[in-house]
């Protein structure tokens, strides 16, 4: 029950686009195309952006898009604007039934 | 209008017991199942358990076993989480969330901290 490997923080200008890696094994994230990425402000509870690796649920911009190449998936922001600044988490279905994530990502929006 | 709107939580010693509730609206609560997360003070989230529809199958992880229970009761749309021989280290928000393989509905959350 390790937890994905993410990126602590990345940052970038409005306008231009960012990626947040998420790293598992072939239990979690290689194994499943269940990796979702939540969106969390501060105080907030997390928000669904993507699940099963690429697919936005209803209402979340197309400015975000996900994939997953073996045991790391990603999840890429275009087009970077001030209110996307807040923690991004992945997280995978496992061969055990259960749920894993990742440490978090701070996003900063210069 | 999904809701999942949880309470129970508060400040206990450590050793003690709290049991959290999470009354569930808007969607079809024995088609799911459900799941707890918890987030410690300024850390990340952390998958604590979760339960089958009939509440047939139960998973956690492993740093409550044995001193954590999950159960449901879909007559009341309810989810449980029985907290016993709780630790300084169980201090977090408490969510509770809808889904097995992809977990897409979460509560607003309730503060859980253990302390002397």
């Known amino acids: 029950q390790s937890a994905l490997t993410q990126p602590a923080s990345v940052s970038g200008s409005p306008g231009q686009s960012i990626t947040i890696s998420c790293t598992g094994t072939?239990?979690?994230?290689?194994?499943?195309?269940?990796v979702s990425w939540y969106q969390q402000h501060p105080g907030k509870a997390p928000k669904l952006m993507i699940h099963?690796?690429?697919n936005r649920p209803s209402g979340v911009s197309n400015r975000f898009s996900g994939s997953k190449s073996g045991n790391t998936a990603s999840l890429t922001i275009s087009g970077l604007q001030a209110e996307d600044e807040a923690d991004y988490y992945c997280?995978?279905?496992?061969?055990?039934?259960?749920?894993?994530f990742g440490g978090g990502t701070k996003l900063t929006v210069l | 209008e999904v809701q999942l709107v949880e309470s129970g939580g508060g400040l206990v010693q450590p050793g003690e017991s709290l049991r959290l509730s999470c009354a569930a609206s808007g969607f079809t609560f024995t088609n799911y199942w459900m799941s707890w997360v918890r987030q410690a003070p300024g850390k990340g989230l952390e998958w604590v358990a979760n339960i089958k529809e009939d509440g047939s199958e139960k998973y956690y992880v492993d740093s409550v076993k044995g001193r954590f229970t999950i159960s449901r009761d879909n007559a009341k749309n309810s989810l449980y989480l029985q907290m016993n021989s709780l630790r300084a280290e169980d201090t977090a928000v408490y969510y509770c969330?809808?889904?097995?393989?992809?977990?897409?509905?979460w509560g607003q959350g309730t503060l859980v901290t253990v302390s002397s």
């Open positions: 997280s995978s279905y496992t061969s055990s039934r259960t749920q894993v």
């Open positions: 099963e690796v690429s």
């Open positions: 969330a809808r889904g097995l393989a992809t977990v897409d509905y």
């Open positions: 072939s239990s979690d994230v290689g194994g499943y195309n269940y």
